[in-house]
């Protein structure tokens, strides 16, 4: 009996252990392993062990091997990969979180003084309103007057978007 090993011990990365094994079952294959590669054992044991590109379940492993089965033995990033991951940044969360309730309510202070001072600011520097008269009384398109020729100085003069009579201004004459 001869069975094709292939053991992959990361899947991101080009290394890889071929050997062939004249065990029995899969068990029988690791103890083997374990002896040529003592290095392996330091690895973690999420593994995955296909046979002829079936997934074989951990109870199975003992079952015999029949002549000329391909044995993968894949290290798979396990569960404790991730749960490290998540733990790593629920204490960056954490000391984030700390640090900006900290840290609250001097920012506050400095939101509501910035927020005073260009309140001030504002109404300080701010334009005067024109001072147009009666308001939409006047205005030609929404006054009772309709629309009038105009010889004034200083009025804006009128874009017009859409169908609206307008009179326009005089801007010079003689």
């Keep these: 009996m001869k069975a094709k090993?292939?053991?992959?011990?990361?899947?991101?990365?080009?290394?890889?252990?071929?050997?062939e094994s004249h065990n029995e079952t899969v068990l029988a294959i690791f103890v083997s392993?374990?002896?040529?590669?003592?290095?392996?054992?330091d690895d973690?044991?999420?593994?995955?062990?296909?046979?002829?590109?079936?997934?074989?379940?951990?109870?199975?492993?003992?079952?015999p091997l029949k002549d000329?089965?391909?044995v993968l033995i894949i290290q798979e990033t396990g569960y404790d990969v991730i749960v490290y991951t998540l733990f790593a940044l629920g204490v960056i969360g954490w000391n984030v979180a700390q640090a900006a309730?900290?840290?609250?309510?001097?920012?506050?202070?400095?939101?509501?003084?910035?927020?005073?001072?260009?309140t001030i600011y504002s109404y300080c520097t701010a334009p005067s309103a024109p001072k147009t008269g009666q308001g939409l009384n006047s205005s030609p398109t929404y006054g009772w007057?309709?629309?009038?020729?105009?010889?004034?100085?200083?009025i804006p003069v009128p874009i017009v978007y859409g169908e609206n009579l307008l009179g326009?201004?005089?801007?010079?004459g003689k």
């Design 5 to 19: 090993v292939k053991y992959i011990p990361c899947l991101f990365e080009d290394r890889k252990i071929e050997f």
């Design 33 to 41: 392993l374990f002896q040529r590669h003592p290095e392996v054992r």
């Design 44 to 63: 973690p044991p999420c593994l995955t062990v296909r046979v002829n590109g079936k997934k074989l379940h951990p109870l199975l492993w003992g079952n």
């Design 68 to 70: 000329g089965d391909e």
């Design 101 to 118: 309730f900290t840290a609250y309510p001097f920012v506050m202070a400095a939101v509501f003084i910035a927020s005073v001072a260009y």
């Design 145 to 154: 007057e309709g629309a009038a020729m105009t010889v004034r100085q200083g």
């Design 168 to 172: 326009g201004n005089i801007i010079g």
